[in-house]
């Protein structure tokens, strides 16, 4: 089963852009469809956007609508989360997520490969 290590995570101000990366451990990788999620302390983990496998579909959570763009390389098996005009209520671990299944969206259970996460703190 192929591990997930996402990184770009930071401390920005509000306002500002970051790009998160999701890349599978391993040479010998699968190129599946993938998401975002993101958990903020005391609160669940909540999804974010989501990509098929070949980079044709994607889907947004409306936090995510028009400030976050998801899309992968396959050549590399990577996924980015370019996430724009950023506020503090982003602030989250940011995790990314593999699925066989195709384009499931937010269907958490669904997921079968997940990265340890990234840090995304924003500050007024």
């Known amino acids: 089963q192929v591990q997930l290590v996402e990184s770009g995570g930071g401390l920005v101000q509000a306002g500002n852009s970051l790009t998160l990366l999701c890349a599978p451990s391993?040479?010998?990788?699968?190129?599946?469809?993938r998401a975002w999620f993101r958990q903020a302390p005391g609160r669940e983990r909540e999804y974010v956007a989501a990509?098929?496998?070949?980079?044709?579909?994607?889907n947004y959570a409306d936090s995510a609508k028009g400030r976050f763009t998801v899309s992968r390389n396959n050549a590399n098996g990577t996924v980015y989360l370019q996430m724009n005009n950023l506020r503090p209520e982003d602030t989250a671990i940011y995790y990314c997520?593999?699925?066989?299944?195709?384009?499931?969206?937010?269907?958490?259970?669904?997921?079968?490969?997940w990265g340890q996460g990234t840090q995304v703190t924003v500050v007024s």
């Open positions: 990509i098929n496998w070949i980079g044709s579909l994607t």
């Open positions: 391993i040479h010998n990788f699968n190129n599946y469809a």
């Open positions: 997520a593999e699925t066989k299944r195709g384009l499931v969206g937010p269907e958490i259970g669904k997921y079968d490969s």
